[in-house]
T-cell receptor
Framework: EADIYQTPRYLVIGTGKKITLECSQT?????MYWYQQDPGMELHLIHY???????EKGDLSSESTVSRIRTEHFPLTLESARPSHTSQYLC???????????????FGPGTRLTVL | QKEVEQDPGPLSVPEGAIVSLNCTYS??????FMWYRQYSRKGPELLMY????GNKEDGRFTAQVDKSSKYISLFIRDSQPSDSATYLC????????????FGRGTSLIVHP
């Protein structure tokens, strides 16, 4: 089982609140990712990082921000939560796969966020 | 057109059946083809992967790639109730960002 952790697992909050979803990995991976997953829908990449002090926006337009101050830690922050942010948020890290020409991703268990 | 298409199901089969899960794709640059399994309330985990065309077998699971048709399959033999999960295909091209493109997943239910 992958050593990647997410807290909280479940969160119900009111509109307008600021929240931070935590993600930590103990595998020493440089690359980390945040995905949004809705039932029956594709994983949407919202942020990724290639290492400390590196952050990039993904394909999905998001009102969230991330930081990468330490290799093992990649928190996601929503400054003002809205009902449209209700979703499952998955954190992942990756390492080279096969001959090193692509990566395989290890996922955390997810945070299920509900914004009322 | 989405780069990766996958029927969300659900696919319901009796225990012991042979299951076929499929994805089609449009990007001819994809060279790595992966299958992830996701149990309820868990994150996806890599099940197996193949590079370029051909078949790969791992126990009851066989992954098959047909690049000429841009079509990949995952076969599960002697399916078990413990195989009930969502199966996501993922693909990536050589080089670039190495970030895979995921399908939406197929929900599989194996009933006793």
């Amino acid at each position: 089982e992958a050593d990647i952790y997410q807290t909280p697992r479940y969160l119900v909050i009111g509109t307008g609140k600021k929240i931070t979803l935590e993600c930590s990995q103990t595998m020493g991976h440089d690359k980390m990712y945040w995905y949004q997953q809705d039932p029956g829908m594709e994983l949407h990449l919202i942020h990724y990082s290639y290492g400390v002090n590196s952050t990039e926006k993904g394909d999905l337009s998001s009102e969230s921000t991330v930081s990468r101050i330490r290799t093992e830690h990649f928190p996601l922050t929503l400054e003002s939560a809205r009902p449209s942010h209700t979703s499952q948020y998955l954190c992942a890290s990756s390492e080279p796969l096969g001959g090193g020409s692509t990566d395989t991703q290890y996922f955390g268990p997810g945070t299920r966020l509900t914004v009322l | 057109q989405k780069e990766v298409e996958q029927d969300p199901g659900p696919l319901s089969v009796p225990e012991g059946a042979i299951v076929s899960l499929n994805c089609t794709y449009s990007n001819s640059a994809f060279q790595y083809f992966m299958w992830y399994r996701q149990y309820s309330r868990k994150g996806p985990e890599l099940l197996m992967y193949t590079y370029s065309s051909g078949n790969k077998e791992d126990g009851r699971f066989t992954a098959q790639v047909d690049k000429s048709s841009k079509y990949i399959s995952l076969f599960i033999r002697d399916s078990q109730p413990s195989d009930s999960a969502t199966y996501l295909c993922a693909m990536s091209a050589l080089g670039g960002s190495y970030i895979p493109t995921f399908g939406r997943g197929t929900s599989l239910i194996v009933h006793p």
